[in-house]
């Protein structure tokens, strides 16, 4: 009789992020076109930010020590002119958001802050601190200093700063080539007919849509049989992929025989099964340099699973410098009794800031609409059996 080696849900995301080795292949592409790709290569400052010393907003900029003085305005300074000092005792210039600072003035006042204001002079307070609204050059970041790092994903912040640097090109990670496989002689896919007896395939499509939603592209392999030859020859013929996500298979079924045609074609087993609800039946492990991700067959199993253990190993495995989930604390809404002896997969959704509990936490794993109903989900590990109405939570949104 088949059993399983459980190992704690941290374990277990621990062994597979130790054997998630970074891919090393990067390539070339336009800035444009970078969005959502990992930088390969740190990226170093080319130009001063800000380049020249510039005025924060519209006002008066003048010298420290005539704050409290009527002074004459000297010309108005708009932004592209190139200025050059020409500041006679208690003078001044009226100067426009974003334009040069001549060096003769180190500090600048608001235009609503003054006083006995007129096209040739302006009385500026006394109460004002030396430097206000002056942004000096390289202030934001030096030239030679690195701006962005390896691993960074690179969104529409970052996408600015590159183009505000004058960088057409950037060294990225090649994406991974993920394949996405179903299991089961019951499967019937969207568009074929299915009898009561058959099932159509959620996981597939879910997965991928998940993955797609994290930045990850995949590829649907079609489904696996229940025969173990075939088995080995699908996967035999899939080790050109960086990584293999599976649902199903891998439980204690007689036609549950996966890992063993995984490890008939070289598999490394990290971990097969975890102490976890939902979830338990999960197995990853590397095959060559393939990556495998087995996942339980029950859909909300499935999902959940692709978002809690597989989405840190591929961020990895994808060098991106931070692979974990970010985790925000909240209060939960209700109490909740547990089974201590495991760790608890719960959902649910924020409102108010608060977590509430989907459906009391009566769930089966084979179920799609509480995930629908749901944004968060929260993870209790091993001994905590009792949660009370108003406890700080930890939760991952999704």
């Given at each position: 009789m088949k059993t399983l080696e459980l190992y704690r849900f941290d374990q277990a995301l621990s062994r597979a992020l130790n054997g998630a080795i970074p891919t090393a292949n990067t390539e070339c592409i336009p800035m444009q076109s970078a969005e959502g790709r990992i930088l390969a290569s740190d990226v170093k400052c080319r130009k001063n930010l800000p380049s020249f010393d510039n005025a924060a907003m519209d006002g008066f900029a003048f010298r420290y020590e005539d704050a409290g003085k009527t002074l004459s305005i000297a010309t108005t300074i708009l932004a592209g002119d190139k200025p050059a000092p020409i500041l006679k005792e208690h003078a001044c210039y009226k100067i426009m958001t974003g334009a040069k600072v001549p060096p003769d003035v180190d500090t600048i006042v608001p235009i609503e802050d003054c006083t006995d204001v007129n096209d040739d002079s302006v009385t500026v307070p006394e109460a004002i601190q030396k430097g206000n609204a002056l942004r000096k050059r390289g202030e934001e970041k030096e030239r030679g200093s690195v701006l962005m790092r390896r691993g960074e994903m690179l969104d529409f912040s970052r996408i600015a700063m590159l183009s505000a640097q004058g960088i057409v090109e950037v060294e990225v990670f090649v994406p991974l080539k993920i394949a996405v496989l179903s299991t089961g002689d019951e499967i019937r896919e969207p568009w074929e007919e299915a009898d009561e007896?058959?099932?159509?395939?959620?996981?597939?499509?879910g997965i991928t849509a998940l993955l797609s939603h994290y930045g990850f592209s995949a590829t649907y392999e079609g489904s696996l049989s229940?025969?173990?030859?075939?088995?080995?020859?699908?996967?035999?013929?899939?080790?050109?992929?960086?990584?293999?996500i599976t649902t199903g298979g891998i439980s204690m079924g007689d036609a549950d025989f996966l890992e063993e045609a995984f490890v008939a074609n070289g598999l490394e087993v990290f971990f097969h099964g975890i102490n976890v609800k939902p979830g338990r039946p999960t197995m990853m492990g590397s095959l060559g340099d393939t990556f495998v991700m087995a996942m339980p067959g029950n859909p909300m199993t499935a999902l959940l699973n692709i978002l809690l253990l597989c989405i840190p190993v591929l961020r990895k495995l994808q060098g991106t410098a931070v692979s974990a989930h970010p985790k925000i604390k909240t209060?939960?809404?209700?109490?909740?009794r547990l089974k201590p002896t495991r760790t608890n997969l719960?959902?649910?959704?924020?409102?108010?800031?608060?977590?509430?509990?989907?459906?009391?936490?009566?769930?089966?794993s084979g179920m799609l609409t509480p995930l629908m109903e749901s944004d968060a989900v929260a993870i209790f590990g091993e001994g905590v059996g009792e949660v009370r109405e108003g406890?700080?939570?930890?939760?991952?949104?999704f």
């Amino acid at each position: 009789m088949k059993t399983l080696e459980l190992y704690r849900f941290d374990q277990a995301l621990s062994r597979a992020l130790n054997g998630a080795i970074p891919t090393a292949n990067t390539e070339c592409i336009p800035m444009q076109s970078a969005e959502g790709r990992i930088l390969a290569s740190d990226v170093k400052c080319r130009k001063n930010l800000p380049s020249f010393d510039n005025a924060a907003m519209d006002g008066f900029a003048f010298r420290y020590e005539d704050a409290g003085k009527t002074l004459s305005i000297a010309t108005t300074i708009l932004a592209g002119d190139k200025p050059a000092p020409i500041l006679k005792e208690h003078a001044c210039y009226k100067i426009m958001t974003g334009a040069k600072v001549p060096p003769d003035v180190d500090t600048i006042v608001p235009i609503e802050d003054c006083t006995d204001v007129n096209d040739d002079s302006v009385t500026v307070p006394e109460a004002i601190q030396k430097g206000n609204a002056l942004r000096k050059r390289g202030e934001e970041k030096e030239r030679g200093s690195v701006l962005m790092r390896r691993g960074e994903m690179l969104d529409f912040s970052r996408i600015a700063m590159l183009s505000a640097q004058g960088i057409v090109e950037v060294e990225v990670f090649v994406p991974l080539k993920i394949a996405v496989l179903s299991t089961g002689d019951e499967i019937r896919e969207p568009w074929e007919e299915a009898d009561e007896d058959e099932i159509y395939n959620a996981n597939a499509f879910g997965i991928t849509a998940l993955l797609s939603h994290y930045g990850f592209s995949a590829t649907y392999e079609g489904s696996l049989s229940d025969h173990l030859a075939e088995t080995i020859d699908a996967i035999d013929r899939l080790k050109s992929y960086d990584v293999i996500i599976t649902t199903g298979g891998i439980s204690m079924g007689d036609a549950d025989f996966l890992e063993e045609a995984f490890v008939a074609n070289g598999l490394e087993v990290f971990f097969h099964g975890i102490n976890v609800k939902p979830g338990r039946p999960t197995m990853m492990g590397s095959l060559g340099d393939t990556f495998v991700m087995a996942m339980p067959g029950n859909p909300m199993t499935a999902l959940l699973n692709i978002l809690l253990l597989c989405i840190p190993v591929l961020r990895k495995l994808q060098g991106t410098a931070v692979s974990a989930h970010p985790k925000i604390k909240t209060q939960i809404a209700q109490s909740l009794r547990l089974k201590p002896t495991r760790t608890n997969l719960v959902l649910g959704r924020i409102e108010g800031a608060i977590f509430h509990v989907t459906r009391d936490n009566k769930i089966g794993s084979g179920m799609l609409t509480p995930l629908m109903e749901s944004d968060a989900v929260a993870i209790f590990g091993e001994g905590v059996g009792e949660v009370r109405e108003g406890d700080e939570v930890e939760v991952v949104i999704f």
